[in-house]
């Protein structure tokens, strides 16, 4: 299993100009393109338009690529959706899903993220799976009930499928706030994350996602149960999102 996973998600951010110009930052920074020699996965997710010129751009690179969100049926009439076998089709490896943004503006439920998590796992994707708690929940203090029964749910309707995924906690409190949670919140979280995965019988890795960036990676990744960023405004630049990878290669290099 690969030490270090790094996945840039750019959102609903740039036309195809701008898609061409930043994949071909990433692949022109010998950081990011030779991150893997220090077990470093990277992965960005553009928009839909702009999937196929990514992947044209990464081809024949370590990057991969990766989609945003995927509906949970194969075809069919869905206007303005997008399958998992299409992501696939268009060199996808990994696919977003439950993102905060998708639970909040798409209504996407606990059940509905199972169902998509197992598309994508039938059409050969890994999905990249989100959870986390409101500020709300987290005011209240109930971060640890709302991952019980997110990761729950998942662990119970996936059972040993979900090894094949990968986890992202990101306190939705966090993230384009500019506000990182503290260092022993992100620990005390992904290891109670683990713990509830391991009483499945499941050893999955997790990400931390919210607002990660350059000068907070590499504490962020000291956590022994932090196998990773999902990262977001800092991924629409490469030198910053270069910043991260270097973290995540220093993290690696001293773990091998």
Not at 37 to 53: I, M, R
Not at 75 to 94: E, P
Not at 138 to 144: N, S
Not at 213 to 242: K, P, Q, R, T, Y
Request: hydrophobic share 40%; charged share 15%.
């Amino acid at each position: 299993m690969t030490k270090t996973m790094i996945v840039g998600n750019w959102k609903m951010n740039g036309t195809q100009p701008v898609a061409r110009s930043l994949a071909e930052g990433l692949v022109n920074n010998d950081i990011i393109r030779s991150a893997h020699a220090d077990g470093v996965q990277v992965v960005c997710c553009p928009p839909f338009t702009a999937l196929s010129l990514v992947q044209q751009t990464i081809a024949d690179t370590p990057i991969q690529l990766g989609g945003q969100a995927c509906h949970h049926q194969r075809q069919g009439a869905h206007t303005g959706d997008v399958s998992a076998a299409m992501l696939r089709d268009v060199g996808c490896s990994h696919v977003l899903v439950g993102h905060s943004e998708r639970r909040r503006d798409h209504h996407e439920s606990d059940d509905q993220v199972v169902a998509i998590s197992i598309a994508a796992i039938d059409a050969g994707l890994v999905p990249i799976i989100c959870v986390g708690e409101t500020l709300e929940e987290h005011q209240q203090g109930l971060t640890r009930n709302v991952l019980q029964r997110q990761v729950g749910i998942l662990c119970s309707a996936l059972g040993n499928n979900l090894s094949r995924c990968v986890l992202a906690y990101e306190p939705v409190w966090a993230i384009g706030t500019g506000l990182a949670a503290t260092a022993e919140h992100v620990e005390t979280t992904h290891a109670y994350i683990a713990e509830v995965t391991r009483t499945h019988g499941i050893v999955i890795p997790v990400l931390y996602g919210g607002s990660a960036n350059a000068s907070n990676a590499e504490e962020l990744l000291s956590s022994e149960h932090v196998n990773g960023l999902l990262v977001g405004g800092a991924s629409l630049d490469a030198i910053s999102f270069a910043g991260i990878v270097a973290a995540a290669r220093r993290k690696g290099g001293a773990s091998s």
